[in-house]
T-cell receptor, first 109, second 114 residues
Framework: QKEVEQDPGPLSVPEGAIVSLNCTYS??????FMWYRQYSRKGPELLMY????GNKEDGRFTAQVDKSSKYISLFIRDSQPSDSATYLC?????????FGDGTTLTVKP | GAVVSQHPSWVICKSGTSVKIECRSL??????MFWYRQFPKQSLMLMAT?????????EQGVEKDKFLINHASLTLSTLTVTSAHPEDSSFYIC??????????FGPGTRLTVL
């Protein structure tokens, strides 16, 4: 079993929809939780970085961490075609990150 | 802030030659740098972790003699693919971390070995 499991997708939504991206993990040692966005043929870009359980909001993006359930989510409100990309969750402890396999999102105009 | 550059962005080489890829953190000092490779439609595969001034730590299955990593300073790490073969063709991405948790990625280098 992988340490980090990410909903595989792909996901296709109409413009303006609310998108929910999810990951589960098995290692309770993970302390830091990140979401990255990767456009085709580009390096990943850090979107959100959280440490504790709860919600963190940044513009149209909300990251949610539930340590008790070992479950994290990224919500995108009012999705735009420019949000079309692959989203990677990542979790870290002791200086090492483990990445999910990514969910490819397409937002159709 | 937190910009990481990679050079070159793409390279085509003949089988048997060596290729060097540079990774630089432009506006912060990176205590740790990471090297990944990524195949099409797959996630990142960590190859090695390097700390400035010390030897890189390679992941299982990654040949250290083939993928030479040098972390010369707090802002520069290099990956040299020695005696490259077509199966080494991939997208190589570095990341730099100021804190050993959050990582900032470079734009990647696409290597094609003929």
């Amino acid at each position: 079993q992988k340490e980090v499991e990410q909903d595989p997708g792909p996901l296709s939504v109409p413009e303006g929809a609310i998108v929910s991206l999810n990951c589960t993990y098995s290692n309770s040692a993970f302390q830091y939780f990140m979401w990255y966005r990767q456009y085709s043929r580009k390096g990943p870009e850090l979107l959100m970085y959280t440490y504790s359980s709860g919600n963190k909001e940044d513009g149209r993006f909300t990251a949610q961490v539930d340590k008790s359930s070992k479950y994290i989510s990224l919500f995108i409100r009012d999705s735009q075609p420019s949000d079309s990309a692959t989203y990677l969750c990542a979790m870290a402890y002791a200086g090492k990150s483990t990445f999910g396999d990514g969910t490819t999102l397409t937002v159709k105009p | 802030g937190a910009v990481v550059s990679q050079h070159p962005s793409w390279v085509i080489c003949k089988s048997g030659t060596s290729v060097k890829i540079e990774c630089r953190s432009l506006d912060f000092q990176a205590t740790t740098m990471f090297w990944y490779r990524q195949f099409p439609k797959q996630s990142l595969m960590l190859m090695a972790t390097s700390n400035e001034g010390s030897k890189a730590t390679y992941e299982q299955g990654v040949e250290k003699d083939k993928f030479l990593i040098n972390h010369a300073s707090l802002t520069l790490s290099t990956l040299t693919v020695t005696s490259a073969h077509p199966e080494d063709s991939s997208f190589y991405i570095c990341s730099a971390s100021p804190t050993s948790t959050e990582q900032f990625f470079g734009p990647g280098t696409r290597l094609t070995v003929l």
